[in-house]
Nanobody, 124 residues
Framework: VQLQASGGGLVQAGGSLTLSCAAS????????MGWFRQAPGQERDFVAG????????RYADSVKGRFTISRGNAQNTVYLQMNSLKPEDTAVYSC??????????????????WGQGTQVTVSS
């Protein structure tokens, strides 16, 4: 599956953004989908993931209650709705996919396919 992320930008603290990850080549309902982010000088961290086949959704503690991962089946697209953004959410956000069933993994090494990143910058 090929992935393309979009929707990043500059937003003030407290604002919202929605990221999109468009998939092509395969249907995403066969995949576990995840969002990761990487700030300058930091490791790539798990943000959110969804395994629709088993009804598993997982969020990093730092984004629980603020971010929501969802799927638009008709568009074969995964979304990350980000509300109440904070300066510490500033990072390059990437979407990833892992083929098959199972629960959501939080390690980047569990994912097979990656889209290019999209920059999210939150100003204070």
């Amino acid at each position: 599956v090929q992935l393309q992320a979009s929707g990043g930008g500059l937003v003030q603290a407290g604002g919202s953004l929605t990221l999109s990850c468009a998939a092509s080549g395969r249907r995403i309902n066969s995949y576990i989908m995840g969002w990761f982010r990487q700030a300058p000088g930091q490791e790539r961290d798990f943000v959110a993931g969804n395994s629709w086949s088993v009804g598993s959704i997982r969020y990093a503690d730092s984004v629980k209650g603020r971010f929501t991962i969802s799927r638009g089946n008709a568009q074969n697209t995964v979304y990350l709705q980000m509300n109440s953004l904070k300066p510490e959410d500033t990072a390059v956000y990437s979407c990833a996919a892992r083929y098959g069933l199972g629960t959501v993994g939080t390690s980047q090494y569990e994912y097979d396919s990656w889209g290019q990143g999209t920059q999210v910058t939150v100003s204070s």
